[in-house]
Nanobody, 116 residues
Framework: QVQLVESGGGLVQPGGSLRLSCASS????????MAWYRQAPGEQREWVAT???????NYADSVKGRFTISRDNAKNTVYLEMNSLKTEDTAVYYC??????????WGQGTQVTVSS
């Protein structure tokens, strides 16, 4: 079992930056895949970025070149650095941990609002 806690959300202006954190109760290098998802009002939850235990990363086209996912194994924390934020990025952002054949865990989410 894994508990995930997101933090770092808030209100920013278009073009601004924000860094989200996801603290895990389990050593993240033992988890196959960690990811960020987001859900805007009235929309389906969508995948944003992924980082594997080997360090491989992938991004949704909508955030590619603007967002960076990273990890700090010593702190058992995954980060999402968001730059050049747009109003379309407004959503609740969720941390996800997946261990194939074992489990799939979610945090409670953190609100990101991009508005002028």
């Amino acid at each position: 079992q894994v508990q995930l806690v997101e933090s770092g959300g808030g209100l920013v202006q278009p073009g601004g930056s924000l860094r989200l954190s996801c603290a895990s109760s389990r050593r993240i290098f033992t988890i196959n895949v960690m990811a960020w998802y987001r859900q805007a009002p009235g929309e389906q939850r969508e995948w944003v970025a992924t980082i594997t235990s080997s360090g491989s990363t992938n991004y949704a086209d909508s955030v590619k070149g603007r967002f960076t996912i990273s990890r700090d194994n010593a702190k058992n924390t995954v980060y999402l650095e968001m730059n050049s934020l747009k109003t379309e990025d407004t959503a609740v952002y969720y941390c996800n941990a997946r261990q194939g054949g074992t489990g799939d865990w979610w945090g409670q989410g953190t609100q990101v609002t991009v508005s002028s």
